[in-house]
């Protein structure tokens, strides 16, 4: 190992081989964590995707700078190349639940390898998991049951379209679920949405445009102790439209209340608002209301 603390699983293999799965396929497994031997409590970085269906509050997770107890019927998505897990060499648990990982090279040449950047909850933060209902955990164990069927066949040139097309199937499931999630916690999600809009009051009340730059939404997400990606879903689904257009339009506001202010000119104005160059002010300016700074000055 790399670094003590740290489990790094390159293959799909090399993690059946630690928890003594057989290995059907060299790109995909499908865990059945029940009838794994106790195991030790480590950080672990693969690079594979990995899907947990974790079914016990155990403690075992930490991914980025959340630690978490799960509730029953939990999914948790990692990409490859993310640490998660905690480090306590000395204490063994029997892990509960389901895995189902597969590696990036599955996904060559097919469909879910175009788009599977578009399933943003593989870079959501661990307390932004998925919280299953009974029924759509019984779909989700459904989906590993039919790619563990294809498994145990003998492979051949359609094995991969069908398993691919499984996953694709289940994480298509996902994001349904995950829209479900965002009904069902509105009143939490509003509270984001009232914090972050006020997180954006003060920043371009404040001086932090001109020396940090433009409002981000990594800078916000941040604040709000939220992953990038969960915060911009979360934004989409309750505003209709995404973070950064939110800010934009913000930014618009403010800036039509400083045109009018005759002691700053449209650079000054630019400036203050955090854009380097007048122009890429002048150029949302007019993307968003139709006409230029100078000629919405005159136009009122």
Not at 65 to 83: M, R
């Amino acid at each position: 190992m790399e670094n003590p603390g740290i489990e790094i699983y390159n293959s799909v293999s090399e993690y059946n081989k630690m928890l003594k799965h057989e290995t059907k396929h060299p790109l995909v497994s499908v865990i059945d964590f029940s009838k794994s031997d106790p195991i030790c409590q480590f950080k672990r970085t693969f690079g594979f995707y990995t899907v947990f269906l974790k079914d016990v509050m155990c403690g075992d997770m930490q991914y980025g700078k959340h630690s978490y107890d799960y509730q029953e019927g939990t999914l948790v998505f990692i990409a490859p190349g993310q640490t998660y897990g905690l480090y306590n060499a000395d204490t063994y648990i029997q892990p509960a639940g389901f895995a189902l990982i597969f590696h990036p090279d599955l996904l060559k040449g097919t469909n879910l390898g175009k788009n599977i950047k578009d399933y943003n909850f593989f870079s959501y933060e661990v307390h932004e998991a998925l919280h299953l209902s009974e029924k759509e955990r019984e779909i989700v164990l459904e989906c590993f049951k039919n790619i563990k069927l294809e498994l145990e066949q003998s492979i051949d040139k359609h094995s991969k379209s069908l398993i691919v097309n499984n996953i694709e199937l289940f994480l298509n499931y996902c994001m349904r679920f995950y829209d479900r999630q965002f009904i069902t916690r509105d009143h939490v999600n509003q509270g984001f949405i009232g914090k972050f809009d006020n997180l954006l009051d003060e920043y371009l009340q404040s001086d932090k445009p001109k020396y940090i730059g433009l409002p981000m939404v990594n800078y916000f997400a941040e604040q709000l102790n939220l992953s990038a990606n969960y915060f911009g879903d979360l934004m989409k689904k309750e505003l209709g439209i995404s973070a950064q257009e939110y800010i934009h339009n913000k930014l618009i506001d403010v800036a039509k209340d400083q045109i009018f202010d005759p002691a700053k000119s449209i650079s000054e104005i630019s400036y203050d608002l955090g854009f380097k160059y007048p122009q890429h002010f002048t150029r949302l300016f007019k993307s968003k209301v139709g006409v230029s700074p100078s000629e919405y000055k005159t136009l009122n």
